[in-house]
């Protein structure tokens, strides 16, 4: 067990877990986010996609020692105070997810290319997105919401 400073969402949380211990369980079983959802635990499907230092990256892969001192870690309930980013937003007006549970990670990696790319073409889009995987099949209204975020950015 070793102690490690997270900045997560804006606040600093000090967590004794173990080094190799993935930031996803990190996150949901000891500071209790649990927007960031476990998927594949191979990286592969996209749902425990948080940002660190604004970068969209796999946390069930990501081993809280990597986190280095000052990195700023931001899940799903940190991207904004009041629901209100713009892919938040899309999201809700287009309707955009079906069961859900793939949805914190799509919004996590769009925000991620938006906050790099204000205004990307259709392929710039599905590109970024495109390691993030959707049981429910609802790519085209991810890629809307894309669209739409990009256009209320």
């Given at each position: 067990?070793?102690?490690?400073?997270?900045?997560?969402n804006?606040?600093?949380?000090?967590?004794?877990?173990?080094?190799?211990?993935?930031?996803?369980?990190v996150?949901?079983d000891?500071l209790?986010?649990?927007?960031?959802?476990?998927?594949?635990?191979?990286?592969?499907?996209g749902?425990?996609?948080?940002?660190?230092?604004?970068v969209?990256?796999?946390?069930c892969?990501?081993?809280?020692?990597?986190?280095?001192?000052?990195?700023?870690i931001?899940?799903?309930?940190?991207?904004?105070?009041?629901?209100?980013?713009?892919?938040?937003q899309?999201?809700?007006?287009?309707?955009?997810?079906?069961?859900?549970?793939?949805?914190a990670?799509?919004?996590?990696?769009?925000?991620?290319?938006?906050?790099?790319?204000?205004?990307?073409?259709?392929?710039?889009?599905?590109?970024?997105?495109?390691?993030?995987?959707?049981?429910?099949?609802?790519?085209?209204?991810?890629?809307?919401?894309?669209?739409l975020?990009?256009?209320k950015?």
């Amino acid at each position: 067990m070793a102690q490690f400073k997270l900045h997560v969402n804006g606040t600093e949380k000090i967590v004794e877990v173990s080094e190799d211990m993935p930031l996803l369980w990190v996150l949901r079983d000891h500071l209790k986010l649990v927007g960031t959802k476990y998927g594949c635990g191979i990286a592969q499907c996209g749902a425990c996609t948080v940002h660190i230092d604004g970068v969209a990256m796999r946390s069930c892969v990501l081993p809280v020692s990597q986190i280095e001192n000052g990195m700023k870690i931001t899940t799903i309930e940190g991207l904004s105070q009041n629901g209100d980013h713009p892919v938040q937003q899309a999201w809700k007006e287009l309707d955009v997810p079906q069961c859900g549970y793939c949805q914190a990670g799509q919004m996590m990696t769009a925000s991620a290319l938006l906050a790099d790319n204000k205004r990307p073409s259709e392929e710039e889009i599905k590109q970024a997105m495109h390691g993030n995987i959707c049981r429910c099949a609802t790519y085209n209204r991810i890629l809307d919401g894309v669209k739409l975020a990009s256009k209320k950015m």
